[in-house]
């Protein structure tokens, strides 16, 4: 898709891009006007002088695996795109659902990777997969924060209690979640100090034009520990 209109005609002067994955599109927007990338960084896009602010998916994700594996859980599962998928959240947190098995000396279930968009629906779907196993359900589950809804349904429909029968632990830290599900254990993007990074970044680029040097800022998330994780029912 082409870029809008109104970026090429004067009434812009930067774009902060966000949750925006068509690489072409944010090449073309930056060619335009100042352009600062939030979310993660385009390995196709590194050296094309753009700005990035990306939040440390990797570590954050990794912070809730050696959370549960501490905890005693070994059957993680995971909610994502795809375990192949480039967009952030799905690419960071399946690197570190690897290397936390590794690091444990345990092996690694793809089959315990349910696909989704972070939508109820899919949520919904994945759950259900993935906690309708019997005896080789997954003790735990991570994924992002707007698949809760329709996890939280798939629990209920199929009996089980959190943290009794299953741990939960999500992306995200929005307050409108964690409203719904007072407790949760859930890796917190620091969304008003991102927004701050953001805006400095696209204000110097602004001014400095095209002696303006392109940046990449790492964010780090952290993990704030609730009630809905505990050790493994035996």
Known sequence: SKPPEDLADGRVQGAVAIGIYNAYYLLECSKKVPTVIVDWIFPTLVGAGLDFVEVDGFRGSLQVFEHLLALGHTRLGMIVNSPLHESGFSRYATDAY?????????????????????????????????????????????????????????????????????????????????????????????????????????????????????????????????????????
């Not at 345990?106 to 196993?133: F, S």
């Open 98 to 234: 690897r290397f936390a098995h590794l690091k444990a000396g345990l092996p690694e279930d793809l089959g315990r990777i349910a696909c989704g968009d972070a939508l109820p629906e899919d949520g919904y779907k994945a759950a259900r997969q993935l906690l309708a196993r019997g005896v080789d359900r997954v003790s735990a589950l991570y994924f992002h924060e707007g698949c809760l809804p329709g996890v939280l349904r798939a629990i209920r429909e199929l009996e089980l209690e959190i943290p009794r029968d299953v741990s939960i632990a999500t992306w995200g830290g929005s307050q409108a979640f964690e409203a719904m599900l007072p407790g949760l254990t859930t890796v917190k993007i620091p969304v008003q100090y991102v927004a701050r990074v953001a805006v400095a970044r696209l204000l110097e680029a602004i001014r400095a034009q095209r002696y303006h040097v392109p940046t990449s800022s790492i964010v780090r998330a952290n993990l704030g520990i609730g009630a809905t994780c505990a050790p493994p029912c035996r």
